[in-house]
């Protein structure tokens, strides 16, 4: 007869081996996305990422002439992310702070126009998304609650790719679709319809990041919106304050 300390021995075992079963091995394609980014010790010891740009959208009022905007955007880990677009009409600041997501569009001349505002809580959810698939390179989304799917083969633009989901809610998924001969990043989908493609290449702390990133989404009218981010420095592991990202204290007028 088995003993007691012996049959927790063994449920211990069994119920590791179900855990592992029940967890889904990693797509092969991930190691090669990251080799393709950087070594895996440059990739692990990112803890934040400062992006310098000119951000380009359509004017609303002529769609014939673009919008530029001087953008900065910033990541750090672990849920930090700030992103400051400055333009003749407005200072525009988007920020996360762990559980925390605040906007604040100031006028540029006179410091005094402002207006802020607290972000909802699915806001949050998706800035919180944004910023893990920033830091993480396609890695440990599992740890967060969330799934990886391997979605099999997809072409894209003439390129064979694997597809693969990366799942944080049900109303939150990244759908990547890597070169499977290389794991170059070719195409990104969200669950919304937007979508995403990488331009040339900048290097910054051992890692490869995009020099141009081109974004397009549905606006309510059922327009597509496109934004041009065209990034001209890369700073990886730079110190940044943590009130770049907290919520700005409201101070009376």
Same mark, same amino acid.
């Not at 990693?26 to 393709?36: D, G, T």
């Not at 995403?196 to 974004?215: I, S």
């Given at each position: ?16 081996? @179900?855990?592992?079963? *029940? ?5 092969? %394609? ?15 010891? #990112?803890?934040?990422?400062? @992006?310098? &740009? ?5 004017? !609303? ?12 955007? +910033? @990541? ?11 333009? /003749?009409?407005?200072?525009? %600041?988007?920020?996360?702070? &762990? ?5 604040? #569009? ?12 607290? $972000? *909802? ?21 599992? =740890?967060?609650?969330?799934? #990886?799917?391997?979605? &099999?083969?997809?072409?894209?633009? &003439?390129?064979?790719? /694997?597809?693969?989901? @990366? ?8 759908? =990547? ?8 990043? %070719? ?5 919304? *319809?937007?979508? +995403? ?9 051992? %890692? ?10 549905? +606006?309510?009218? *059922? ?15 730079? !110190? $940044?304050?943590?009130? $770049?990202?907290?919520? !700005? ?5």
């Amino acid at each position: 007869m088995t003993s007691f300390p012996q049959r927790l021995f063994v449920a211990a075992c069994a119920a590791v081996l @179900f855990a592992s079963a *029940g967890r889904a091995a990693e797509p092969a %394609v991930i190691a090669k996305a990251r080799a393709y980014l950087g070594p895996e010790s440059a990739l692990d010891g #990112v803890k934040s990422i400062h @992006f310098v &740009g000119t951000l380009i959208t359509a004017d !609303p009022a002529d769609p014939t002439k673009d919008l530029r905007s001087a953008v900065e955007i +910033m @990541f750090q880990k672990p849920e930090q992310q700030r992103i400051r677009a400055v333009s /003749e009409k407005s200072i525009e %600041v988007t920020a996360l702070n &762990g559980y925390d997501g605040w906007r604040r #569009v100031q006028d540029p001349v006179d410091p005094t126009k402002w207006q802020q505002t607290l $972000l *909802g809580a699915e806001q949050i959810k998706h800035l919180r998304a944004n910023t893990w698939e920033n830091l993480a390179f396609f890695r440990g989304l599992e =740890r967060r609650g969330g799934r #990886v799917e391997d979605q &099999g083969p997809a072409v894209i633009d &003439g390129i064979a790719c /694997e597809k693969v989901a @990366f799942i944080h809610a049900p109303t939150i998924i990244f759908y =990547r679709y890597f070169d499977t001969a290389s794991g170059r990043l %070719v195409f990104t989908e969200t669950e919304s *319809g937007a979508t +995403m493609r990488e331009q040339g290449e900048l290097m910054a702390g051992g %890692v490869r990041f995009p020099k141009t990133l081109v974004q397009t989404s549905k +606006m309510p009218n *059922g327009q597509v919106q496109t934004v041009t981010i065209n990034f001209e420095k890369v700073t990886v592991n730079e !110190p $940044l304050a943590a009130d $770049l990202f907290a919520v !700005p204290t409201l101070l009376p007028k």
